[in-house]
């Protein structure tokens, strides 16, 4: 197998126009790239558009350990940030959760995650990524699928304590704590 | 010339760790990928923190053409975002501009750029790009370098109108009106 | 009649608990204190939370022109900005409106009103206003009631408009113009 | 004494066009509408706007007791609030403070303190008052004046700590936490 010329990676071997990268070339790209992201809070909200609940889901890491995480999901390429949020919302909360996207494409944080502890709150060892993380109602019924075993729906107070806080994967507790205050409810 | 493997691309002659790719590596991470920039309106305040002017940058595209622009740039593998900002900053307006960049890591707008027009307000014929952008408020002196060839500061009821917004590339007279009217001060 | 002492204002006749001032107190106090109002820009969005419609009202002022103007009024002793924010809109769009309430109650604009003309892009002959204003989703039916004569539904495009701006009152066209920036939809 | 008719409150005797009001006056409109309010975070920020340090001032109550608190004051008729925003930093933090306001009108956060706890995360018993409030860079010497007997230069960690949230009075812990996580610091 040859290459295009020096230097040139390899095309993708399937569908040369498929906006998913194969493993390969994925891993190169994480050594070389930040990697754009979008994050949700999912919430709920009463009649005035007060948060009352938080959800965040149960997810077993690589590791096998049960952690605390986020909506979260990489943007693909041709995609938009609002396209890519409504498709993380339904993988993580399924077919059914009737996300109430914003109406303001700015995010309430930006998060940097980077490989290596230290340089900002977030921490992914897997790669380099820029989070824009958005705090989304949701009207329906939630039923994780793929990965995420469960959502657990908590109040403000109880998301805004330290020991919820350090039960959530990769400095997100930080970006949890972020979302509240940035809708007012941060304990 | 071999690849390592199938679909695994070849790793930067040079330098394997730099956060800078190649022209072949960029032009292939740009057909798969979106990027992601910074882009700042550069600014300058009164003693209240008021906008009184705001600096736009003339310079000649790929095609020769004059057209005016804001600062923008790429962040880097393992940068910050807030690094990547004054990189730009003073890469396009010189050592002596002493920017102020926010306190805030949130963007006034995320700016979607993508090669065909329609999707959004943006265009870039090069790639995907996914733009955060500021407004910064300068206190130095501004010595465009590179291919910026001037800045230019204007009011901001001049850099409010149609005709002010029809003279800048990509669609970023939508991106400046809307940094005007983030500062409240789009005519 | 007396008063209780020198410089005391009369006790409201009626209620002396109620929130509400009379026409001689309202005037006392509009020319002694900026008074705090919401102001709402209703919209219609799409599954996506785009913005794809802008609600205007018509209205006589008191001049008897026609004049364009948002959802708009005082927020009272006691009660919440939330509660001010879905109150106004009730009373302007009616008991259908349906009214998505922003889950942040950080507005997209402050807009400050003057009884003269050249101290902001704002001018309320009656008095020094401080207004919160928001953009708010409505997903019911909008039955415009009271002083509105009438919602017209435009495109972000005609709101972005010049003429459109014009026939704003107050400057509102200004702050329209902000609120299509806000949500990612000024042209 | 008497007045010009039944319910008009008594002109100010001294001043009639001055914005402040008698002690008397202000009573009866803390009783009868909600004051705006303007509050600061004052902070250090290091060469690329990272938060280093925030300012608490350390203030005797009316009960002689000592606690801490943010740099806070009402809004004047005529004043804008940028206005008046400068002049409480000036009052609070000394005439060489030179705080850089932020470029945008547009609180972190609005706080609502009713004299009843519970209706919100604030609470002032004095009144009903709503706070836009809005951390500021300081760049020069501050040297408390008036009633402030201290300003307290913390980290964003020490300023994050739920010891620390607890020491500060009306919920303002809530307030100065939100501050932290708008400009991303929050521990």
Not at 103 to 107: E, F, G, L, Q, Y
Not at 115 to 121: D, K, N
């Given at each position: 197998m040859s290459t295009v010329g020096a230097g040139i990676p390899e095309p993708?071997?399937?569908?040369?126009?498929?906006a998913w990268l194969s493993a390969d070339e994925l891993e190169w790209t994480r050594a070389r790239l930040p990697l754009l992201y979008v994050e949700a809070v999912p919430v709920r909200v009463d009649g005035l558009g007060v948060v009352t609940h938080v959800g965040v889901l149960l997810r077993a890491n690589e590791a096998g350990e049960m952690t605390r995480t986020l909506v979260s999901g990489r943007v693909m390429y041709g995609e938009t940030v609002r396209d890519a949020l409504f498709r993380h919302l339904e993988k993580d909360?399924?077919?059914?959760?009737?996300p109430l996207l914003p109406?303001?494409?700015?995010?309430f944080q930006v998060a940097e995650y980077f490989?290596?502890?230290?340089?900002?709150?977030y921490v992914d060892e897997r790669q380099h990524a820029v989070s824009l993380a958005y705090v989304v109602p949701v009207s329906g019924t939630c039923e994780p699928r793929q990965d995420a075993l469960e959502i657990t729906w908590v109040t403000p107070a109880e998301a805004s304590s330290p020991a919820f806080h350090a039960e959530?994967?990769?400095?997100r507790g930080t970006l949890l704590r972020a979302a509240l205050a940035s809708v007012g409810v941060l304990g």
């Open positions: 993708p071997r399937e569908d040369p126009n498929s909360l399924g077919p059914m959760a009737f109406a303001s494409p700015v995010p490989p290596i502890p230290g340089l900002s709150a959530m994967e990769g400095g």
